[in-house]
Structures are given as structure tokens and as C-alpha cells.
């Protein structure tokens, strides 16, 4: 398959040979997925963010798992991955297509779940106004978005009207992301480095702030990996040092190392039975038997 057709590209021209062009601020940079992704990230996080919204809002994604720390995807059938920049919905479509699901199957199964989920809707919908080509406008001051991201709306919210209920402040306050140790809170949604006291008007967003401290401070993230690897609950996890995504050995499931803490991973594998106390005592039968085995050895 060639990427080069996939949602990311649609935001870049090449210009000559080696070089990208995004058409959004005329920067140049070294061709590549990756830098495409890290100017994306760095320049036009909104972007990022409409092309994980598109995914959302669309009738597949009730057969997939979106990891938005790495922008994978993973199929609930066979656990096949998918990159929601490098793959468009039709792609996956045609993977479900395997499964003999497609999208007229989708509406019969779903349409149970239309009123449950108009139930779910978050409190900023008071405040905007859905229109054609699924615009989202802003009732007060009637800004236009063309992404329903609502983290982008609440900051909209919150800057531009002052508006932002207890429940959301108390939500904000209460984020214990891993990578969060390092930052302070400026303001509702933005965060200040402790270390060289940049700040990140999406500070509520945990990829801008690995960004930075990959690109800024890597001793930093050497520090977080190094913690997980001496405890006691790394032996049940795969660390992907790529992209710092934990695989659970036991389901499969996936972490970002930046958000869970030891404790939370701790939690996770107590629903398996497993807990630094038998930990101890495999490790005990383990030396046990090796003992035992060396005698007869003798």
C-alpha cells in the first residue's frame, strides 16, 4: 500500500525529490512519515486531532480500538493494527469487509444504541450549534470548526467566554498522567515545563508534552522508561521503545508509559490474579526449583 494516499499526505505537496511542502504554513521539511507527523504535531496538533475525530464519528470505529497516543488502531476481531494517519477509513473498511461486516450491517446492529448515546452528550453542546459538512459553530460569538474535538471547544470556551463548569475544573485538576510530574498547570488547559519553563497552550493534550520532552529533555524519558523496566510489574508488560506503548502480555491490551503509572499497571493485572505478593512467591518456587535441580545434578 502506498502511504502517500493516506489522511496524512492530503496536508503536504512534495516540492522537489528529498523535500514536503504543508499546505497549511508553506514549511519545508525532509520527506518522510515521520517528519510529516512531528510537524503536524508540533505546528497543527488540530489537525492530528480532526483525523482521529474523522475516525471516531465514523461507522468502523464501533470494530476498532484507537490507542490516540500512537494513532494506531486495533481491530476487535483479530487484533490486526492499523495507523489512522497512513490509513484511511476505506482501508479499514475493507479489512471489516474480511469479517463480513460493512456499513448496512453497522446501521442494524447500532441503531439500539442511537438513544443511548444522544445521553452521553458533554455539556459544551449547550453552547455550539452543529451545521452542514459537519461544521461546528460556536453559539455565542459563532466561530466555525471544522473539527469536533472537545478538548479545542472547551478551550474555546473557557479563553474566549470564560466559561468552564466546576465538574470540568475538578477534572483538569484531577489528571495524574505519568508525564504530568514534570509540568505545571497555567491556567485551565495549559501547561508549563518545570525544567526550561516553555509553555504549551495545549497542555491538556499528553502527545504535545512527550514531544517536548523527547525532543527537549530525553534524559527525562529515559528516567520514566528505567522506573517502569526495575519494577516489579515490567516482566508482565512488552515495552514498544519506538513509540513507548506497554503491550499486557497476558491481553494484549496496550499503556502509554506517559499516562499509567506503575500502580495503575499494578491494578490492571490484579484482574489476572497477579500482584507484587505472588509475584514474590513464583521468584521463590523459581529459586526453589533451580536449587533443587543443581543438587541432582550433583
Given at each position: 500500500?502506498?502511504?502517500?494516499?493516506?489522511?496524512?499526505?492530503?496536508?503536504?505537496?512534495?516540492?522537489?525529490?528529498?523535500?514536503?511542502?504543508?499546505?497549511?504554513?508553506?514549511?519545508?521539511?525532509?520527506?518522510?512519515?515521520?517528519?510529516?507527523?512531528?510537524?503536524?504535531?508540533?505546528?497543527?496538533?488540530?489537525?492530528?486531532?480532526?483525523?482521529?475525530?474523522?475516525?471516531?464519528?465514523?461507522?468502523?470505529?464501533?470494530?476498532?480500538?484507537?490507542?490516540?497516543?500512537?494513532?494506531?488502531?486495533?481491530?476487535?476481531?483479530?487484533?490486526?493494527?492499523?495507523?489512522?494517519?497512513?490509513?484511511?477509513?476505506?482501508?479499514?473498511?475493507?479489512?471489516?469487509?474480511?469479517?463480513?461486516?460493512?456499513?448496512?450491517?453497522?446501521?442494524?446492529?447500532?441503531?439500539?444504541?442511537?438513544?443511548?448515546?444522544?445521553?452521553?452528550?458533554?455539556?459544551?453542546?449547550?453552547?455550539?450549534?452543529?451545521?452542514?459538512?459537519?461544521?461546528?459553530?460556536?453559539?455565542?460569538?459563532?466561530?466555525?470548526?471544522?473539527?469536533?474535538?472537545?478538548?479545542i471547544l472547551k478551550v474555546h470556551l473557557f479563553y474566549a467566554h470564560q466559561i468552564c463548569p466546576d465538574k470540568e475544573i475538578n477534572k483538569q485538576n484531577?489528571?495524574?498522567?505519568?508525564?504530568?510530574?514534570?509540568?505545571?498547570?497555567?491556567?485551565?488547559?495549559?501547561?508549563?515545563?518545570?525544567?526550561?519553563?516553555?509553555?504549551?497552550?495545549?497542555?491538556?493534550?499528553?502527545?504535545?508534552?512527550?514531544?517536548?520532552?523527547?525532543?527537549?529533555?530525553?534524559?527525562?524519558?529515559?528516567?520514566?522508561?528505567?522506573?517502569?523496566?526495575?519494577?516489579?510489574?515490567?516482566?508482565?508488560?512488552?515495552?514498544?521503545?519506538s513509540n513507548d506503548i506497554l503491550k499486557c502480555k497476558i491481553c494484549c491490551n496496550n499503556f502509554d508509559l506517559f499516562k499509567h503509572k506503575v500502580d495503575?499497571?499494578?491494578?490492571?493485572?490484579?484482574?489476572?490474579?497477579?500482584?507484587?505478593?505472588?509475584?514474590?512467591?513464583?521468584?521463590?518456587?523459581?529459586?526453589?526449583?533451580?536449587?533443587?535441580?543443581?543438587?541432582?545434578?550433583?
Open positions: 500500500m502506498d502511504y502517500r494516499y493516506g489522511p496524512i499526505w492530503r496536508y503536504f505537496t512534495e516540492e522537489e525529490r528529498y523535500t514536503l511542502k504543508c499546505k497549511i504554513c508553506d514549511s519545508s521539511l525532509s520527506k518522510g512519515y515521520i517528519a510529516g507527523v512531528n510537524h503536524l504535531k508540533c505546528k497543527h496538533p488540530e489537525i492530528l486531532e480532526e483525523i482521529q475525530n474523522k475516525f471516531e464519528h465514523s461507522w468502523i470505529s464501533a470494530h476498532f480500538i484507537l490507542n490516540t497516543s500512537n494513532d494506531k488502531v486495533r481491530c476487535k476481531i483479530c487484533c490486526y493494527m492499523f495507523n489512522v494517519l497512513q490509513n484511511d477509513i476505506d482501508d479499514l473498511a475493507c479489512h471489516l469487509v474480511k469479517h463480513g461486516l460493512n456499513k448496512k450491517t453497522k446501521r442494524s446492529t447500532g441503531e439500539n444504541n442511537i438513544q443511548r448515546g444522544t445521553k452521553r452528550k458533554s455539556w459544551i453542546w449547550q453552547h455550539y450549534s452543529k451545521f452542514q459538512n459537519r461544521r461546528i459553530k460556536c453559539n455565542i460569538c459563532h466561530k466555525n470548526y471544522t473539527s469536533c474535538n472537545l478538548y484531577n489528571q495524574s498522567e505519568v508525564i504530568r510530574q514534570y509540568f505545571t498547570k497555567e491556567g485551565q488547559y495549559a501547561s508549563k515545563c518545570k525544567i526550561c519553563n516553555s509553555t504549551f497552550a495545549h497542555g491538556y493534550n499528553v502527545t504535545n508534552l512527550k514531544l517536548h520532552m523527547k525532543v527537549k529533555h530525553p534524559l527525562i524519558i529515559e528516567k520514566i522508561r528505567n522506573k517502569f523496566k526495575h519494577s516489579w510489574v515490567s516482566e508482565n508488560f512488552v515495552l514498544n521503545t495503575d499497571l499494578a491494578n490492571h493485572l490484579s484482574k489476572y490474579g497477579i500482584n507484587k505478593k505472588t509475584k514474590k512467591n513464583t521468584d521463590g518456587n523459581d529459586m526453589n526449583m533451580n536449587h533443587q535441580s543443581e543438587e541432582n545434578n550433583e
